[in-house]
């Protein structure tokens, strides 16, 4: 045998000794040898033999009866020999070595006799929890879990990549006792390739939590994480209810769930808010108390869903002591894999994700498996495990079923006569197998008894996890024995919660299993299987089997020839899916219910018309939240032409535009919309002339003449279904016709407002008032005071009907805060305001508002309350990671820009246009002329005209001034729809170029002396209505435009521009005013105090973070430094 390792001295002299007291023979020597005298002497006398080792320890006993007894005592012994007093050395030394706490070795070290089912089946016991071999590995995932949990300043990633049965769940189970000794938190979820992917997270989330609301842990922990839940989520959370059952029990909450509200949400921003929600609830789990891991295993089947709420986790910027460890096989993920992807955009985030490789275990580790698992000394199974390694390469999965697969030949077996695991290595040795481990195990599974096989392949097909209950229905007559799934357990071939609920203990061996059934038999195996559960499961628990008798059915419907066969069939489909729909698993719901549709052919609209619209009605809501808008259309013909009325299919109808809308084909859900509208009675002129304007703001007016506030808020209820139903589709109206078709969208507005006015209010009413002040605060009406009104009808009605957590909630703080109230109220008021509308779209789904209010946040936290830029910078880029991640290229690229501003004024060398987009700017100016994306034209040009106008680039200022006036003269018409804070610093920003040029006395001085007087006049009457926003930009203007006439109000002018802004907390302004100031007082020849004021617009711009402005003020006090007499 090999493994004795080398000899000392005084081993080499024991060894002698040892010789002369046995003989030394090869591992399965058949030759004899003389048996130690005082065995014979023992034998002639005639008295009892006593085993040697008899009341020893296991693993001494088997050093001393290895040593003791003779072979022609024991012939099964023969192959269990020492060949050197160094290697029994080392074996006592093993043994002499203290175990960790937990070592499996402990209990061999110390126990006397072996369980006596061993005994009498000779059945080597294999523990689930075998662990060799990855000390390097551990230590990593400690060194991630001690960082989690200490530290927890930022969310923690960590990869397990390796081949199938390599140990990656094991690897990962070593955690959970230190993690208990922390008093830490465990999430735990496994992908399977035969189930629904986004069913995984959800069900791993809800044994969570009934574990929680199981365990012994005090009330005040699980009262402070609901807390922590309920400030995360909000009401939002019921929405989780049906996807996390325990989840409602947890949070003790009797709230009834509105299930309609999906229908609400366009588009596939039900995908984009389940993800949001998954990720909101998972950050709220853990504290520096309780700290959390999540366990995500077989990432490879993963469903695009769970990668990104990965991905949000990761990068959120809140969440704290969170770790999260994936498990994948690296030979099934490559480059073009969607985690790969997925795992790509996570590090150009910035986030490390350290990845732990596991590959086969060493030959010494598989030895000390081995001997764990025989109790036996190292050296005396070594021979043993140098096979077992070179068979199975290693890998631990083999090397456990190929150890199961010799026990069971009985190539191992247990030796009553000496007490110990024996084996026949040169039968082992000769032994032909297969490299591929599935394969290994069918033909292992296939030598076991016909009903032991049988009710493996049952099992197979109902599954990785079942219930006894399915298995006794789905097995009818066929026996496969009383004891069958105890021995499977037994086996290692499933495991259970000690109750009636089993699963497979690796997909592999599922899928040994499933090799079994003969390629040509299977689909009719799952029939018969099907048909069975179908014909025994009672109706009131078909709920709970519905997926098992649903999956089976389906894979054998090919063999389905009634077509009332196919009708029950397409029936459970339904059932299945709208269950999934429920659970908000949408992409598993697409699964069953196109395979419904696909069952029944177009006669069904006929024979089972209501079976028919249902399936293409819950198919079409299912794949409108996957964002699988190509398939929806495609869907969308038949229920269109076969539906018997017009009712019937509205819900369709409603699915399509959502998906339109969704997908920026704003022309066609426009189309669809008016002639929706049009057979509700609500007709719309395609192509609005000016007369149709003027006529349809006159009704509109007239229809609000004598409303007062309270009036409008004490209309009645809309009860009249089509009018509901009307609204509906103006509300889907509202955001396809912004950008697209102005006009169209100011009549949409003006027809929300006159319906509510005759018929009655409803939740959408309130966005109807609401653009309606928008409009009227917008040029050329210019109405505040009615747009205030309209703001507090549309505020006040939306809490009326829909609480304070309604779900239009986006939409009306984008238009009452983002185009009504920057009138009146402090702009710093309004980025709450923003913040809270992102959550709460967020969490509805309403990701359009969401994302929408989040770039008006920046945009008046950049340029009109100006927030540090290095802070804003930061958080700005990873929202733009977000809107892209959301496919939302509009609001995108509007923070791309804002984005780009805080570079340029840094003075960063940075293209954020390159690194989201692969453009510079000026091919990102050309991209929206050609596209005609008049909006995002503006914001471009505002921005770079603030920029140059800030840095001293004149020219470039003016040039873009003209560009976009050109682009105004050309949508005079979209100008009326609402105006954003930033048209208050656009309109300042145009006076200012405005009263230079002017100062330049060239030829064109008349034209901007007319924008500098305009936009004196606009900024006098917006600071009429709120002093606190306009005042100091007013005061800059009229000094400037004082200094343009030579007079001397101007000094006063600029004072007070510099008070108001320093009072109102705009500081970059106020260094705008110094700097001003300065240059009028070198005008004026006074060099001391203009020293002082650029010396303070260093420091405000440098508490704004505008390196480069800085740089240029710095330049102007060296040079007039030597001129002051302060210098002297």
Not at 318 to 341: A, K, P, Q
Not at 646 to 656: A, H, P, T, V
Request: overall charge neutral.
């Amino acid at each position: 045998a090999d493994g004795g390792g080398g000899e000392s001295s005084a081993g080499r002299g024991r060894g002698g000794e040892l010789a002369s007291s046995r003989r030394r023979v090869s591992v399965n020597s058949d030759t004899e040898g003389e048996v130690p005298s005082t065995t014979r002497n023992a034998k002639k006398r005639g008295k009892q033999q006593i085993t040697p080792g008899e009341g020893l320890p296991l693993y001494l006993r088997a050093m001393v009866s290895t040593l003791l007894i003779g072979d022609e005592e024991h012939d099964d012994s023969q192959q269990l020999r020492y060949e050197s007093a160094n290697a029994v050395y080392e074996d006592l030394k093993v043994m002499a070595t203290p175990a960790a706490d937990g070592d499996r070795r402990n209990s061999y070290f110390k126990e006397t006799e072996v369980d006596h089912e061993v005994i009498i089946h000779s059945r080597l016991k294999l523990p689930k929890d075998l662990f060799y071999g990855r000390q390097v590995q551990m230590s990593m995932i400690m060194h991630q879990l001690q960082s989690a949990t200490m530290l927890g300043d930022q969310p923690l990633m960590a990869l397990i990549a390796g081949y199938s049965g390599t140990g990656k769940s094991t690897l990962v189970d070593q955690i959970k006792k230190p993690l208990a000794d922390k008093d830490g938190l465990i999430i735990e979820g496994k992908f399977d390739s035969s189930t629904c992917p986004d069913k995984v997270l959800a069900s791993a989330l809800d044994s969570f939590f009934t574990d929680i609301n199981a365990s012994n842990a005090g009330e005040n922990a699980h009262m402070s994480m609901r807390w922590r839940i309920s400030d995360a989520v909000g009401s939002g959370v019921s929405c989780l209810y049906d996807s996390i059952p325990s989840l409602r029990t947890f949070m003790d909450d009797g709230t009834e769930v509105d299930r309609s509200e999906g229908r609400k949400i366009a588009g596939n921003s039900l995908d984009q808010r389940l993800k949001y929600m998954f990720c909101k609830l998972i950050s709220a789990i853990p504290c520096r108390s309780q700290p959390l891991v999540l366990v995500l295993d077989d990432l490879q089947w993963a469903d695009e869903m769970t990668l990104g709420v990965i991905r949000m986790l990761m990068t959120d910027p809140d969440i704290r002591y969170f770790l999260f460890l994936g498990c994948y096989r690296e030979n099934e993920v490559n480059d073009s894999h969607m985690l790969s992807t997925s795992l790509n955009d996570i590090r150009e985030q910035g986030i490390n994700i350290m990845t732990i490789k596991v590959g086969a275990i060493e030959k010494e580790s598989t030895n000390a498996l081995i001997s764990d698992v025989m109790c036996l000394p190292p050296n005396l199974c070594r021979p043993l495990s140098n096979v077992v390694h070179r068979k199975t390469g290693g890998i631990i999965m083999f090397v456990l079923r190929l150890l199961a697969s010799l026990n069971d030949e009985e190539l191992i077996w247990y030796s009553i006569k000496s007490r110990r695991w024996m084996f026949d290595l040169q039968k082992i040795e000769l032994k032909e197998m297969s490299e591929d481990v599935v394969k290994h195990m069918t033909e292992h599974m296939g030598r076991l008894p016909g009903k032991m096989q049988l009710g493996l392949k049952l099992c197979a097909c109902l599954g990785p996890s079942f219930d006894a209950t399915i298995l006794e229905k789905a097995r009818k007559d066929a026996t496969i024995g009383d004891d069958f799934l105890e021995s499977c357990v037994e086996d290692g071939f499933l495991q259970t919660d000690g109750g009636s609920s089993y699963k497979w203990s690796h997909d592999q061996v599922q899928q040994a299993a499933y090799g079994l059934i003969p390629l040509q038999k299977r689909e009719k195996l799952h029939l018969l299987i099907g048909s069975r559960l179908l014909l025994s499961i009672p109706p009131s628990e078909m709920e709970r089997f519905i997926f098992h008798v649903a999956d089976n059915m389906n894979r054998g419907a090919k063999f389905l020839e009634d077509l009332e066969q196919k009708y029950e069939v397409a029936e459970l489909n339904l059932r299945a899916g709208e269950k999934l729909l429920q659970q908000q698993s949408f992409h598993s719901a697409v699964n069953y219910l196109m395979n419904g549709i696909t069952l029944i052919g177009d006669d069904s609209w006929g024979a089972k018309h209501s079976l028919t619209l249902r399936l293409y009605d819950a198919a079409s809501e299912a794949l409108c939240a996957t964002g699988d808008f190509p398939k929806l259309t495609a869907l969308a013909e038949k229920p269109l032409i076969y539906a018997r009325c017009f009712q019937d299919k509205l819900n369709i109808y409603n699915n399509l535009v959502r998906a339109l809308s969704s997908s920026g084909e704003n022309e066609e859900c426009i189309s669809r919309c008016v002639s929706v509208l049009s057979q509700l009675g609500e007709f719309l002129p395609k192509h609005i002339t000016p007369d149709i304007y003027r006529e349809e703001v006159a009704k509109v007016k007239q229809a609000l003449i004598g409303q007062s506030k309270q009036d409008l808020l004490s209309l009645p209820v809309m009860t009249k279904a089509k009018k509901l139903t009307a609204m509906r589709f103006l509300n889907h109206m509202l955001i396809a016709t912004y950008s697209t078709n102005p006009p169209l969208n100011l009549l949409v507005v003006f027809r929300m407002v006159r319906m509510t006015v005759d018929f009655g209010v409803c939740n959408i009413s309130a966005v109807g008032f609401a653009c309606y002040g928008a409009w009227l605060a917008s040029s050329p009406n210019d109405e505040y005071e009615g747009a205030f009104t309209m703001g507090r009808v549309a505020s006040d009605l939306m809490k009326k009907l829909c609480g304070a957590e309604a779900e239009i909630l986006p939409r009306i703080y984008l238009l009452v805060y983002g185009m009504i109230n920057i009138y009146k109220e402090p702009w710093q008021a309004s980025l709450c305001k923003y913040s809270e509308a992102f959550d709460a779209g967020m969490i509805s789904g309403d990701t359009e508002y969401a994302l929408s209010n989040i770039t008006l946040y920046y945009m008046l936290s950049l340029f009109n309350c100006g927030s540090n830029l290095k802070e804003t910078s930061q958080s700005l880029h990873k929202f733009v990671k977000r809107a892209l991640q959301y496919q939302h290229q509009t609001a995108a690229r509007t923070l791309a820009i804002s984005e780009q501003m805080a570079y340029d004024l840094m003075g960063l060398k940075k293209n954020c246009y390159e690194a989201h987009f692969g453009l510079d700017e000026e091919a990102l100016k050309n991209f929206f002329v050609r596209n005609k994306l008049a909006n995002m034209s503006r914001n471009l040009y505002q921005k770079i005209k603030y920029v140059t106008y800030m840095c001293g680039d004149m020219d470039a200022a003016a040039k873009h001034y003209d560009l976009q006036e050109a682009l105004n003269a050309n949508c005079s018409v979209q100008a009326t729809t609402g105006r954003t804070s930033f048209f208050f610093i656009s309109t300042f920003i145009d006076g200012l170029i405005g009263l230079y040029f002017s100062r330049k006395h060239r030829e064109d001085e008349a034209k901007w002396t007319h924008v500098a007087e305009k936009a004196i006049e606009l900024m006098k009457k917006w600071t009429d209505g709120s002093s606190w926003n306009c005042a100091n930009k007013l005061y800059l203007l009229q000094a400037e435009y004082f200094f343009l006439k030579n007079d001397e109000r101007a000094y006063a002018c600029y004072r007070a521009s510099i008070t108001k802004a320093r009072e109102h907390k705009f500081n970059h302004e106020e260094g705008l005013a110094h700097e001003k100031l300065a240059t009028y007082l070198l005008y004026k020849n006074q060099h001391d105090e203009a020293l002082q004021h650029f010396q303070n617009a260093k420091k405000c711009y440098a508490t704004w973070g505008a390196n480069v402005l800085v740089q240029r003020v710095e330049k102007a006090i060296t040079i007039l430094s030597p001129l002051c007499v302060g210098s002297i």
